[in-house]
């Protein structure tokens, strides 16, 4: 799966190819009175967090409905609820409930936002493999990600500056570490911002000194998931812990309509909770809602 820092469209060309191969074959009497099935389209914008699990559904989903587009961009959850608000997406995905001043925002747009749970998403907290720390307690992260601990050492680590990344506050991942694990409290100022979690997989991979908040599915080789104490034990980001309820940064992901989803959106999002679509969410490295 590709997990690239920037944001992007996806639209499969399954149709195109398959027309064309069409075109060179010996048609049936149907094919060759010209009937086709009228095209459908939706657009999908929000979460880089729910973008890789909504990209895998959607090119399954495009397989087995040949007559659909499913186009999907990223940016954030901000940017896809900016976007629905607008009137300009079918379905926002975003890793944070709505607030309630973007749904006021919505409603005077004549806008009216349904939450529909698509899945459910693990927060890991990485660091580059070489970092000795294996784990962390909330305050000791509350500490690093508002300042008070600039330190490696002061956790554990050897005698280095910490470099904290964050994602930016259109990010509902930021939002939800925020509230998490910092008590709503500010960011540290020379916290760098990344545009995407890609961006923070990237530079932690490179930095020694890194440390950043990513979803587990976006865990790979690069990186170091660290465990996580909330008071009661450190626990790693694994499947088991989060299903359990054992790891604590765990957290729902949605899809936003305005209103009831009907057409080519309805099925979309009941093709992800059946059980062709529940497989892929556990392959993505997610978990059904």
Not at 4 to 19: C, E, F, G, N, P
Not at 78 to 102: F, H, N, P, Q, Y
Not at 130 to 137: K, W
Request: charged share 20%; net charge negative.
């Amino acid at each position: 799966m590709s997990k690239k820092s920037m944001s992007y469209m996806i639209t499969l060309l399954l149709v195109t190819s398959l027309a064309l191969f069409g075109a060179g074959c010996v048609g049936n009497d149907a094919t060759d009175s010209g009937s086709e099935e009228e095209m459908q389209s939706i657009m999908i914008k929000g979460s880089d967090t729910v973008l890789p699990l909504a990209q895998a559904e959607a090119e399954v989903f495009m397989m087995e409905n040949h007559e659909s587009i499913v186009s999907i961009i990223g940016g954030g959850s901000g940017v896809g609820i900016a976007a629905l608000i607008d009137g300009e997406v079918d379905i926002a995905m975003t890793s944070r409930a709505m607030k309630e001043s973007e749904i006021e925002n919505a409603q005077t747009n004549g806008i009216n936002p349904l939450q529909q749970t698509i899945a459910w998403d693990g927060i890991s907290v990485v660091v580059n493999p070489e970092n000795p720390v294996s784990d962390l307690t909330y305050e000791q992260l509350e500490a690093i990600y508002v300042g008070d601990i600039s330190n490696w050492n002061e956790v554990g680590g050897e005698d280095l500056e910490i470099v904290v990344l964050s994602r930016d506050s259109s990010s509902g991942t930021y939002e939800y570490f925020k509230d998490e694990v910092m008590e709503g409290n500010e960011y540290r100022a020379d916290a760098l911002i990344n545009p995407s979690t890609g961006a923070i997989i990237q530079t932690v991979s490179q930095n020694p000194n890194a440390i950043g908040y990513v979803g587990v599915a976006y865990l790979d080789e690069t990186v170091k998931a660290l465990a996580v104490d909330k008071g009661e034990g450190a626990e790693e980001p694994t499947s088991e812990n989060i299903l359990s309820g054992a790891y604590p940064l765990a957290r729902p992901l949605y899809f936003y309509t305005d209103g009831e989803p009907t057409g080519l959106a309805l099925e979309f999002i009941e093709f992800i909770s059946s059980e062709t679509g529940e497989e892929t969410v556990f392959e993505v490295g997610y978990f059904p809602a």
